[in-house]
């Protein structure tokens, strides 16, 4: 598996290298004075390059997020050069060899055609041009799901390994999280692996206590991946966010950018997942939970680490940014060592962060693991970005609805809302819409909604039940943003897919 134990506004350009970074000058704090980075005080001024960091990955990384951006930044530079044409006579041919040139689709010309009567639409060329770089960039990046279900094996030998038949993992539904699993944690798909995202980390419990629920029935029916008596875990964590630049202006929307809300907030629901299985399954239904908080400015994550009895403490935790500093210049052996001593010691800590004991070996295992894999992620903005990522705030291009698109995981580029129902997801709603109101709205641009379920092809019938699905949610998300739809600047478009990763994206029309 790639990166694991292996010891290996429009944002900025992608793929800035250091050299060029070297110009960049240390960020200001919210108070004003210059920013000191927290993984490595010498930033900006000289390249840091860690030991346990896999260039490689993080090249590969940089080209993919500069190929799928670029498709969505070139949008308002073309709209700008098409608006200029104004009506000439042959505006259509015109237009669509400047959409052809840069953006690698044509425009809808019928719209091109009405121009001459209203001016140029430009709120549905530009949502249709969001929607057509979405959809090609999945059709891209399909092929790669299929190397990253490859990498994923690698990965369920190494959970199952540290004790764990399944990892349910949500994050904060901010866009800064958006490329949490191929580049913050490095972690590829996997059949253990779930993923889900809500404003504030505030994920459903019920519906996790039923995927524990069909995760336990699947290794009773099928002993996969591990047998019921095998001793292995269940294991649920959720990721919560801040800011070390602007913490009380550019941390999690939906706690008001308080971090401590945030992470109580975020530790609250996996007590009541936990507590849930328990009380309904007796407390020999082993489960564990992990919280993780990230700094959304430099990628750097924390990591709670249970005790002996899987309680965790808001107060005990690991900073992959301390640890990466202070393993920076040592080979690789002690470094790993230094990591590893870093986890046991943090278990010994008094006070309000004192717990029972360390936690089981799988489990350090698995923290080592992903803070390793983290540090390829802290040099990778370092050597993109100068160290700060220039967009501390909101930059996202398109809210995402429903299961969200697996091929497209890059920071800012999608608010992504999952939900079943308007009802039941409307507070991740309108946290996406308030964002976008700011973003797109105040600028004159539509918000784009692209709202995407995936089917089983297996079961008789789901595809037809799903496309009836996504008619009614986008039903109902016209009735409750009625004013930005009678205004011209709510634009939705859909779509459906087989869940095997990689499948073909089906484009479903809205009436």
């Known amino acids: 598996m790639r990166g694991i134990g292996a010891g290996d506004s429009i944002p900025m350009p992608m793929a800035r290298q250091f050299s060029q970074a070297e110009a ?22 000289r390249q840091c390059h860690h030991v346990l960091a896999n260039k490689a990955e993080n090249d590969r990384l940089a080209r993919c997020e500069e190929s799928i951006k670029q498709r969505f930044d070139e949008i308002v530079p073309v709209l700008k050069e098409v608006a200029a044409l104004g009506a000439s006579r ?10 052809e040139q840069h953006l690698g689709h044509r425009f809808p010309d019928a719209v091109l055609e009405r121009s001459w009567i209203h001016g140029v639409d430009v709120p549905t060329l530009y949502s249709s041009s969001v929607f057509s770089a979405l959809t090609a960039g999945v059709e891209q990046f399909s092929q790669r799901i299929h190397q990253e279900l490859a990498d994923g094996q690698s990965l369920d030998a190494l959970l199952v390994d540290c004790g764990f038949h399944a990892v349910n993992v949500s994050a904060c539904a901010d866009g800064r999280l958006k490329g949490l699993f191929p580049y913050i944690l490095r972690l590829p798909a996997s059949d253990l692996l779930r993923r889900s995202a809500f404003a504030g980390t505030l994920f459903d419990v019920e519906d996790d206590i039923l995927d524990w629920q069909a995760a336990e029935l699947r290794r009773f029916r099928e002993g996969y991946p591990s047998t019921s008596d095998s001793g292995t875990r269940y294991l649920k964590v959720a990721v919560y966010h801040g800011s070390s630049l602007d913490p009380t202006h550019q941390g999690c929307a939906a706690h008001q950018s308080n971090e401590k809300v945030a992470m109580e907030a975020a530790l609250e629901r ?12 007796c407390c020999g239904a082993s489960t564990d939970i992990l919280l993780i908080g990230l700094d959304t400015d430099t990628d750097a994550i924390r990591i709670h680490v249970p005790d002996s009895q899987g309680d965790l403490s808001l107060f005990r935790f690991v900073d992959n940014a301390e640890l990466y500093k202070k393993t920076l210049g040592m080979n690789a052996d002690q470094a790993r060592l230094t990591i590893y001593e870093a986890i046991e010691n943090v278990s010994d800590v008094g006070g309000w962060g004192q717990g029972a004991g360390k936690p089981h070996d799988g489990m350090r295992r698995l923290i080592a693991n992903l803070l390793i894999n983290n540090l390829s992620q802290i040099e990778y903005v370092a050597e993109n970005y100068g160290g700060w990522y220039p967009d501390k705030g909101h930059g996202e ?7 969200g698109f697996q091929e497209l995981q890059v920071r800012n580029l999608a608010y992504f809302a999952r939900l079943d129902t308007v009802e039941e997801g409307v507070a991740d709603l309108d946290v996406g819409v308030k964002i976008f109101r700011h973003l797109n709205v105040e600028q004159g641009l539509p918000i784009p909604m692209a709202i995407h379920y995936s089917y089983d092809a297996n079961v008789p019938g789901h595809k ?35 869940q095997k990763l990689g499948s073909p994206l089906e484009e479903v029309p809205l009436p």
């Open 24 to 45: 960049v000058q240390a960020p200001r704090q919210f108070d004003g004075t210059p920013a000191v980075h927290p993984a490595c005080v010498s930033l900006p001024t």
């Open 90 to 99: 042959d505006f259509t041919e015109q237009a669509n060899r400047l959409a």
């Open 270 to 281: 996996l007590q009541q997942f936990r507590q849930g299985i328990e009380n309904a399954f």
């Open 397 to 403: 291009r398109f809210i995402s609805i429903g299961d």
């Open 464 to 498: 037809d039940r799903i496309v009836i699905k996504l008619q009614r949610v986008a039903a109902a998300i016209r009735a409750r943003y009625s004013d930005l739809l009678s205004a011209g600047m709510l634009y939705l478009h859909g779509s459906i897919q087989d």
